[in-house]
Nanobody
Framework: EVQLVESGGGLVQPGGSLRLSCAASGFIIRNVFMSWVRQAPGKGLEWVST????????YYADSVKGRFTISRDNAKNMVSLQLNSLKTEDTGMYHC???????????RGQGTQVTVSS
């Protein structure tokens, strides 16, 4: 059974940082694309970033490029997302998923809440 468990969210002031983690089980992340998507209150899912765990290539939405960094630890079967220079518009529920760049397809984890507020 595929399981994705996110952690690391929280409340942070604008300009602050967080590091989100996604622990995967039931499959090997080395062979797939892993993505992060987010959902702001009252809005639809938005693709944020993707990593090709085979060759390490990364992809970012324009709204987060230069501020967020996706990485993977194939030995631990985990993917992380470093969020820097956070803005209020980054507030939302962040989910990791097994999906290619640009996709918001399932499967997705339950998510971890990121709130950026002063």
């Amino acid at each position: 059974e595929v399981q994705l468990v996110e952690s690391g969210g929280g409340l942070v002031q604008p300009g602050g940082s967080l590091r989100l983690s996604c622990a995967a089980s039931g499959f090997i992340i080395r062979n797939v694309f892993m993505s992060w998507v987010r959902q702001a209150p009252g809005k639809g899912l938005e693709w944020v970033s993707t990593i090709n765990n085979w060759d390490g290539s990364t992809y970012y939405a324009d709204s987060v490029k230069g501020r967020f960094t996706i990485s993977r630890d194939n030995a631990k079967n985990m993917v992380s997302l470093q969020l820097n220079s956070l803005k209020t518009e980054d507030t939302g529920m962040y989910h990791c998923s097994v999906a290619p760049p640009g996709s918001t397809a399932e499967p997705r984890g339950q998510g971890t809440q990121v709130t950026v507020s002063s």
